[in-house]
């Protein structure tokens, strides 16, 4: 009981704030291309249903692309970098300036060296930028978390390398690598809005781009459902990946533990 | 017959800290000593040495033969927490690519030694921290080892859950016919485990006494126990 109150408060507020919402812009006459009302949004949403979904599943695909191939080159990489002191030791800083340099700015560079003929290629490539680093740097320390003690016990039983690697260490590694992909999918799903921002219009037909062309046609109906639609978008990837790790951890993680009480 | 010696061993840290230094003593094969002293004299490097996990700057370990099969059991359970009791167990017997089956039959014989035939199946996190310790055992028993060392196992646990975790412990190594390098701070411990105790002094670590002990039947109300106490006792405070 208690439990379900919980579950449809937020939903209760939301409902509220939507209705309010559409009785201020009723009642004070707000123009539609200031602020559309709830109503006229999801009449946006519905009258162009069908080109808003290829443009939500030209998105997702630009970010599940991203997504796939930074967990590759990420966890790769933190493999790499725990089975040698010196690849790290090289490599690490470039990952770092990788990071600390704004997507925005490397993103036309980017557009120009893969072309526009292989727009699509272009923006994965865009968002794997941004969704790298935190797989990188979270699986690098989850590498590293494994019991030194565990280690020393699997050489004392003459443990290989990689029975090492693939026994302890990537088990080990397995919920800080599971909650950086929360975070990576997230940015990923950012890294192709902003590749659809500075690719601009003509090229790339995702969801962000919808929201320019019906910017500047000033249908702001249809920007606020394309919006919609990209947060969505995101709750849906953050809840896949949250469910995943739940059926990864909860039989053994301590955090799970946590969750129940 | 003795099983190995080390011959003025010595050991600094990286950070220049003498850990050992002319350390010597032998363990005869199938005894159980124990090595008791402060924290910090150097009893843990003295077993990673033996383990073979870290090499010693000066002297030598002699083994007679070959190497044995060793296990290690440290002070804390140290089980890899996705894996349940019976896959923890199995450890050594996975990394050796033993079949499955067999696997599974040896691991689970070495928990129902360990009195835990009922949670082969339970996760570290669903278990008390004697369980887990217990199952730490198993792990090392499960290995077959002819050498086990142990670094304060029990320091960490209830009195009820130590001393049952002792008398397990020396009924086992007794069956299997298992030397035991124990490693402890508790004068109680060392003297109801041990044939033999080597007192080590404060940093650098060296033996500074050795007690050999009465070696029949344990029985913690006895007097030979009492005065096995009272000489481990007395030569901790000559040390002082």
């Not at chain 2, 061993?9 to 800290?17: E, L, Y």
């Amino acid at each position: 009981m208690r439990r379900a109150f919980n579950v449809l408060l937020p939903f209760a507020l939301g409902f509220a704030l939507l209705a309010l919402w559409q009785w201020i812009v009723v009642a004070r006459h707000i123009p539609p291309y200031v602020l559309p009302a709830p109503s006229a949004i999801a009449h946006a949403l519905s009258g162009n249903f069908s080109s808003l979904m290829l443009s939500l599943l030209s998105t997702l695909t630009v970010t599940l692309e991203g997504f796939i191939a930074a967990w590759i080159a990420g966890v790769g990489l933190a493999i790499a970098f725990s089975q040698s002191r010196v690849i790290e030791r090289t490599l690490y800083p470039y990952a770092v300036v990788l990071q600390v340099t704004p997507v925005v700015a490397i993103a036309p560079l980017i557009l120009i060296w893969v072309g526009f003929e292989h727009i699509n290629a272009a923006l994965a490539l865009i968002a794997a930028l941004v969704a790298f680093f935190p797989i990188l740097s979270n699986t690098t320390l989850g590498l590293k978390s494994a019991d030194f003690n565990l280690v020393d016990l699997m050489r004392l039983y003459g443990a290989s390398r990689w029975q090492i690697l693939w026994r302890l260490r990537l088990p080990a590694a397995l919920p800080h690598l599971l909650g950086a992909m929360k975070i990576a999918g997230g940015l990923s799903l950012i890294g192709a809005v902003v590749a659809e921002f500075v690719a601009g219009s003509g090229t790339a037909t995702g969801l962000a781009w919808r929201i320019v062309e019906a910017g500047n046609r000033l249908e702001v109906a249809t920007m606020f459902a394309a919006l919609t639609l990209l947060a969505v978008l995101g709750i849906a990837i953050f809840a896949a990946f949250s469910l995943l790790e739940w059926a990864i951890l909860h039989r053994w993680h301590e955090s799970a533990r946590l969750q129940q009480e | 017959m003795s099983l190995l010696r080390l011959n003025n061993v010595g050991k600094c840290f990286d950070n220049g800290t003498e850990a050992l230094s002319g350390l010597s003593f032998d363990v005869a094969d199938g005894e159980f000593v124990s090595l008791l002293g402060p924290s910090g004299c150097g009893k843990s490097t003295a077993l990673r040495l033996i383990a073979g996990l870290i090499a010693p700057d000066s002297g030598t370990i002699e083994w007679h033969g070959a190497r044995p099969p060793m296990s290690f059991v440290f002070q804390e359970p140290t089980l890899m927490p996705w894996a349940d009791a019976r896959a923890n167990a199995r450890l050594s017997l996975d990394l050796k690519n033993i079949a499955r089956g067999e696997a599974n039959a040896r691991a689970e014989r070495a928990l129902t030694r360990m009195g835990l035939q009922d949670f082969a199946f339970a996760y570290p996190r669903e278990l008390s921290g004697g369980m887990k310790m217990r199952v730490s055992i198993a792990r090392a028993l499960a290995a077959e080892p002819r050498l086990l060392l142990m670094d304060e196992p029990f320091a960490a646990l209830d009195e009820p859950s130590r001393q049952a975790l002792n008398d397990d412990l020396l009924r086992l190594a007794r069956e299997d016919r298992i030397t035991v390098i124990f490693v402890t701070h508790s004068v109680m411990e060392a003297s109801y485990l041990s044939d033999r105790v080597l007192v080590m002094s404060p940093r650098p670590g060296r033996i500074k006494a050795e007690i050999a002990l009465f070696t029949g039947p344990r029985d913690r109300l006895s007097s030979a126990f009492a005065d096995s106490q009272k000489r481990v006792a007395q030569a901790l405070l000559e040390l002082a």
